[in-house]
């Protein structure tokens, strides 16, 4: 009978794809650089597989992340801290595996606009849209 997933294993997986993707590496990237496959780290994700302290550890440095990003909320239990997911669906319909892939992408490449006077532009466009 296999085991039933840990709420938080969950949690935690969500919060190392989320971080993962928006540092735009790969699961084969971040399997290579832990000496795991890129299988382990799916199953990190989908929380099937619980992640050691060490482990953990080493993902938030090579993420470039505190440690304690992975347990915000501290003082609350994670089941009571506000969700890093989607809603299962936004307003135009994507589901939300599609809406947080591309909410991601949208992140990243605005991150990688190094011009203030840009990005300035690019948020007061998106706002003007998403108004209306």
């Known amino acids: 009978m296999p085991r039933k997933r840990d709420p938080i294993e969950s949690e935690l997986g969500s919060r190392l794809k989320q971080s ?37 550890y080493r993902i938030s440095r090579l993420l470039g992340l505190p440690l304690n990003y992975f347990f915000e909320g501290g003082d609350k239990p994670m089941a009571e801290t506000p969700k890093l997911r989607s809603p299962a669906t936004s307003h135009d319909g994507l589901n939300g595996e599609v809406a947080r892939r591309e909410t991601l992408e949208l992140v990243r490449a605005y991150q990688g606009i190094s011009d203030e006077k840009s990005r300035l532009a690019v948020r007061k466009l998106i706002r003007t849209l998403a108004h209306g």
């Not at 993707?21 to 780290?41: D, N, P, R, Y």
């Not at 099937?48 to 482990?55: E, G, P």
């Open 20 to 56: 993962r993707t928006l540092a735009g590496m790969s699961q084969t990237a971040l399997g290579e650089k832990l000496g795991v496959s890129f299988q382990q780290i799916q199953k990190y994700e989908m929380g099937a597989n619980r992640i050691s302290a060490s482990r953990l």
